[in-house]
């Protein structure tokens, strides 16, 4: 079973996720962090052994404070590259298509994907792995 994590500022967004993300039956773990430093430090415990590396992260762009890229920054300076077991997809409502031409040439990004994630949306991608 696929373990989860969502990270996105939206909390009816990060519901919504979840559920359709349930619904699959793939998962079976799904976490969300409201912000880009909480979805940090959520995965430098894992990195320390205090929680398990999630397989997939959903990662909004467009989150207050540190935003989607700022937080792809620090995942790269804070995570070894050893430890970066999950496939990231950037997940976001934005229609600059410049966001889509930088999620999809990103080494770190696995995908983009438009909002919301539906059941459909989630196993097609799941497969992916």
Partial sequence: MLSVLLIDDSDADNYFHTYSIEKSELCGTVESCTSSLSALDRLIDATEGRAAMPDII?????????????????????????????????????????DRARAETHPLISGYISKPLTTEKFIQNAALL
């Fill in 58 to 98: 959903f990662l909004d762009i467009n989150i207050p404070s540190v935003d989607g890229w700022e937080f792809l920054e620090h995942y790269k300076r804070c995570i070894s590259v050893e430890q970066r077991k999950s496939k990231i997809f950037m997940l976001s409502t934005s229609v600059n298509p410049q």
